[in-house]
């Protein structure tokens, strides 16, 4: 009888839903509470604002704030008032406590219903174009503290190694990406903003405007940052790099970047 018994519980334990093992349950979520054998303990229930549920013949139980498998232990240790060796079974049937915010700007704000398990990853690729926000900036909030920072190396780069299961009540920060294009000015045959690419370098911007004009001082190109609140200038001796190949002159680009190529005296 006891080997039929730890049969059973073994196999309602296998019914949770996906969230069994982690969802916390919350207000409005719907429960489905089941005891085996026993008629009137089987029955649905919708978690009040307080918190609590009903429960035939123990009145107000807590709900709120437990996990699915937390609260079946509980209601197993109560039940044994009223039932000999209760085999209780507790149910997720309507999520509504599993909301995902995502704010900062760069995409459009909104909830998202975290029905099912997933992943900071999965949740990017989902919430559409992304190319306004400053990824690098952005970051994952739990429980007020930044869990996750920099989304830009899970999304961009492909290190999945980094990616987070997301939990119900996390906050996604994505700010504007302040800057995303890179300046060509000066002694090129077409000055143009460019719109950044990740690992553009000096001399593609430059070919992209045109490349250099007959005046233009090649060795006396110059880019102009601003990190940190301050501005520096990178000099970039361009010529070097078209006649000797010297490649450590081609400068990676950052978003904001100008690039000043200045004309010759002469």
């Known amino acids: 009888m006891k080997q039929l018994i730890s049969a059973i519980a073994l196999i309602f334990s296998m019914t949770f839903p996906v969230y ?98 997933t992943t900071l990853l999965q949740l990017l690729c989902t919430i559409g174009e992304v190319k306004t926000a400053d990824l690098k900036k952005s970051y994952l909030l739990r429980g007020g503290k930044k869990l996750k920072e920099d989304f830009y190396s899970l999304f961009v780069s492909g290190e999945t190694e980094g990616d987070v299961l997301l939990e119900p009540g996390d906050s996604l920060f994505m700010p504007l990406l302040m800057d995303k294009s890179v300046y060509v000015l000066g002694a090129v045959n077409a000055p143009k903003a460019i719109e950044y690419r990740d690992g553009m370098n000096v001399m593609e911007a430059i070919l992209e405007s045109g490349g250099f004009t007959k005046f233009a001082s090649m060795n006396d190109t110059l880019i102009r940052r601003k990190e940190g609140g301050s501005e520096m200038s990178i000099p970039v001796r361009a010529k070097d790099i078209v006649n000797d190949g010297k490649m450590e002159q081609n400068v990676k680009l950052k978003p904001g970047d100008y690039i000043i190529v200045k004309e010759s005296l002469f």
């Open 20 to 117: 069994a093992g982690d969802y916390i349950i919350g207000e409005g979520d719907g429960l489905e509470i089941a005891v085996w054998g026993v008629k009137d303990l089987t029955f649905a229930v919708k978690v009040r604002p307080d918190g609590k549920i009903t429960v035939p013949g123990l009145g107000d139980v807590p709900a709120s704030g437990q996990t699915p498998a937390g609260l079946q232990s509980s209601l197993s240790v109560k039940l044994k008032e009223l039932v000999k060796n209760p085999i209780v079974t507790v149910t997720v049937k309507d999520i509504t406590n599993s909301k995902i915010y995502i704010f900062g700007g760069g995409v459009k704000a909104g909830v998202y219903d975290l029905s099912r398990r």
